[in-house]
């Protein structure tokens, strides 16, 4: 009876910490689960399900040459436990999404208009990169929480529609995170980190 016990113990403690552990969206307990904001107005509205944003063109006028228009929660309240959201990302020509990630969930990337030349990276210790040149109507898959990036290498403005398998996926850019930092990183902590010299690591800190 003691060792029956001590098993059932030991699987609760188990099943907690997964649990506990789990990075995702949890399943939602009921249809939906509106995230309201305005109280008076209520949930009982197709308004909370509802955005007319992602038809209009996001300004690519910035270093990157891009533009993600979130369409999460905090603009679709009626996503509040769904664990999914979209996001439109437009390019200028030769327009870069940085290599970021999102630590709370996976994409698909579907091109709409232009080319581009995406990828991923895997987790240490292989770090081996995935690439591919899409076109209009080709879908990629970039897996949960790793380094990915996506280049408009043709002539004219490009398009594409994401999925997030989250209702707020988040994002860490890259370069953003590493030398724009606030406050900043230690210079001699990256400038180990990336074999740079000290006074390149404080002149990309300047940059961003």
């Known amino acids: 009876m003691q060792r029956i016990r ?18 995702y969206d949890p399943s939602p307990l009921q249809d939906f689960c509106v995230a309201i904001k305005d109280f008076k107005n209520g949930a009982c509205s197709y308004r909370r399900f ?13 270093p990157d040459g891009s533009n993600v228009t979130m369409i999460n929660v905090d603009q679709i309240l009626g996503l509040n436990t769904l664990g999914i959201s979209l996001v439109r990302i437009d390019y200028a020509p030769y327009g870069v999404n940085p290599p970021h990630t999102h630590p709370r969930g ?6 709409v208009e232009g080319t581009l030349y995406v990828g991923f990276v895997m987790a240490n ?3 081996c990169l ?13 897996p949960f929480g790793l380094i990915h990036f996506q280049f408009n290498i ?13 209702q707020n996926a988040g994002v860490i ?4 995170a590493v030398f724009g930092s606030n406050p900043p990183i230690n210079p001699d902590v990256v400038a180990k980190a990336f074999q740079l010299n000290k006074n390149v690591v404080k002149y990309l800190q300047s940059r961003y």
């Not at 995935?130 to 970039?142: E, H, M, R, S």
Request: glycine share 8%; hydrophobic share 50%.
């Open 50 to 62: 509802l955005l007319f944003r992602p038809k209009q063109a996001g300004n690519t006028s910035n």
């Open 130 to 142: 995935f690439t591919k040149i899409l076109n209009p109507g080709d879908v990629f898959v970039f």
């Open 173 to 176: 850019t890259i370069a953003n």
């Open 154 to 166: 043709g002539k004219t403005a490009a398009v594409a529609f994401a999925g997030l398998s989250s």
């Open 6 to 23: 001590s098993i059932l113990i030991a699987f609760g403690l188990f099943a907690f910490a997964c649990s506990s552990a789990s990075a």
């Open 125 to 127: 210790p292989n770090n």
């Open 106 to 111: 996976s994409e698909i990337l579907l091109v």
